[in-house]
């Protein structure tokens, strides 16, 4: 359990990284009281009774966000709630044992149970990031939240949070809201998981979108749109999202239309090259075959669209689609945008001040005097060698030390 919340915490690494520059600082240290950094600078004397954590080798940068996870297991979403509930707990402590402090859950079909989740996080039931939820992805039906369409034609239930037309549209996303939602997702495109579209299907229409963000807006709720087409991409565009997540078969048109409009991409490259880097592999895939055929037809044009963003102007926020991989990978999508000709500096604000900004959390993703004390160690130095993202040494979120393996 997190220990030295009331105590003054004194941190001595080789070098920080504030979350906006270039590259590091030598020299520094940050002197964290009452949950939040206190001070940064030459503190060579910490103050009386404080905690000092040396961190030799390690580099000190704000606490990761991850703004695309799932932290309910797909698999398990006919299951009992309490059941399904306790598959994210592992899920929750890989997240913060990795150094991400703060995600944005993007819901699972049915329940929404990542609410439930935020709130045992922050009441301390449980050791994990903080959760920002979007509880379900509303989907219209045959869209790729329909997750169980044999069940509707057989008995009559669905799977999924389901909503077609204007009228369904605007009382689901008010449930939402009554659920306790800080975002509203919705399936803007089909998907490469789905029963029973495609990545290239459209299922909403212009006017459905406009009706669906207009909603959230009235309430307060920024949304986000699984989105992986021009077409799909530019409805959500028009509509007013603010941000879009995936976008890998988009083309330069629309990322320019996106940072025209401050539409922020969360791209996920990952969890797409995790999936195609298995293509060959008949293990990995039993079971899945539908979702391996997908994977195969749009193999080529994926791999092209993955290197798009970093030529474009637009604001990329770090998620990952955790969920659909193991938690304890987040990591690896910092040197998956790199292999695909994203800057490290680029990478690295997309998880801390870029994430921050798109959550609306200027006390988030940054080091800097008066914001909450997310701050973690990794060893070596990520802007020589990414691969430092996946060496935490230490975690701290709100003041409270949660890892200290040195």
């Excluded at 999936?275 to 749009?298: C, E, H, I, P, V």
């Excluded at 130095?381 to 975690?395: M, S």
Aim: net charge negative.
């Amino acid at each position: 359990m997190s220990e030295h919340s009331h105590q003054d915490v004194l941190l001595r690494p080789d070098r920080v990284w504030n979350g906006v520059d270039d590259a590091p600082v030598t020299g520094l240290g940050v002197l964290v009281r009452d949950g939040l950094v206190a001070a940064v600078g030459d503190l060579a004397q910490p103050p009386a009774g404080a905690l000092v954590v040396d961190l030799p080798g390690c580099t000190l940068t704000p606490g990761f966000i991850d703004c695309h996870v799932h932290l309910l297991d797909e698999a398990a979403e006919t299951a009992p709630a309490g059941y399904q509930l306790l598959t994210a707990v592992p899920a929750l402590r890989a997240l913060l044992d990795g150094g991400f402090t703060t995600v944005r859950d993007l819901g699972s079909a049915h329940l929404p149970l990542n609410v439930s989740l935020a709130r045992a996080v922050d009441d301390g039931l449980v050791e994990g990031p903080r959760v920002l939820a979007a509880p379900n992805i509303l989907s219209p039906r045959s869209g790729h939240g329909d997750k169980e369409p044999d069940l509707g034609q057989r008995y009559g239930t669905e799977v999924g949070t389901l909503a077609d037309g204007a009228e369904e549209i605007r009382r689901a996303v008010r449930e939402q809201a009554r659920a306790g939602a800080d975002w509203i997702k919705y399936a803007g495109s089909g998907g490469f998981s789905s029963p029973v579209d495609s990545p290239s299907s459209v299922p909403y229409s212009q006017d459905e979108v406009n009706t669906l963000v207009a909603t959230a807006g009235d309430l307060g709720l920024p949304c986000a749109a699984h989105a992986f087409t021009d077409e799909a991409v530019v409805r959500a565009v028009r509509a007013g999202v603010r941000s879009v997540e995936h976008a890998c078969l988009a083309t330069d048109t629309s990322y320019a239309l996106m940072a025209r409009q401050g539409i922020y991409l969360v791209p996920t490259h990952y969890a797409q090259t995790y999936f195609l880097d298995r293509l060959d592999d008949d293990d990995f895939w039993n079971g899945s075959a539908t979702m391996r055929s997908q994977y195969r037809k749009y193999a080529a044009a994926l791999r092209a669209g993955l290197l798009r963003p970093a030529a474009s102007k637009v604001r990329v926020a770090f998620g990952t689609d955790a969920g659909m991989f193991p938690h304890a990978e987040n990591w690896r999508e910092f040197p998956t945008m790199l292999a695909h000709g994203i800057t490290a500096p680029r990478a690295l604000r997309a998880a801390t001040t870029v994430a921050a900004d798109l959550l609306r959390r200027p006390d988030l993703g940054r080091i800097t005097t008066g914001v909450t004390a997310d701050l973690i160690a990794l060893h070596g130095d990520p802007f020589e060698d990414i691969t430092a993202t996946g060496r935490v040494r230490f975690v701290m979120k709100g003041g409270a030390v949660h890892r200290r393996d040195l």
